[in-house]
Nanobody, 125 residues
């Protein structure tokens, strides 16, 4: 059974930092781009960041560029999202996503085959 499990969410004050982790099991995502998405109440799920299978390429939503960093450790099948200078508008449930290996629009939720259960991030002002 394939599972993606996010952790690291919580409550933080504006300007603070959090590091999210996404641990995969049941299959290897070594050759798959991995993405982070978020969904705030009443809003659609939106792209946050994506990283290529090698880690050599990473892209970010304009709203988080310069504040968030995505990384991965293929040896332990884990993807990270370091979030700095958090703002109240970053409040959302954050999801990681992975698979398949090829094709699709990396920035679209519909591209991804597997999803985690999400972790809540709340930023207070």
């Amino acid at each position: 059974q394939v599972q993606l499990v996010e952790s690291g969410g919580g409550l933080v004050q504006a300007g603070g930092s959090l590091r999210l982790s996404c641990a995969a099991s049941g299959r290897s995502f070594t050759y798959s781009p991995m993405g982070w998405f978020r969904q705030a109440p009443g809003k659609e799920r939106e792209f946050v960041a994506v990283i290529s299978w090698s880690g050599g390429r990473a892209d970010y939503a304009d709203s988080v560029k310069g504040r968030f960093t995505i990384s991965r450790d293929n040896a332990i099948n884990t993807v990270y999202l370091q979030m700095n200078s958090l703002k109240p508008e970053d409040t959302a449930v954050y999801y990681c996503a992975g698979g398949p290996t090829y094709g699709g629009n990396w920035y679209s939720p519909s591209r991804y085959e597997y999803w985690g259960q999400g972790t809540q991030v709340t930023v207070s002002s």
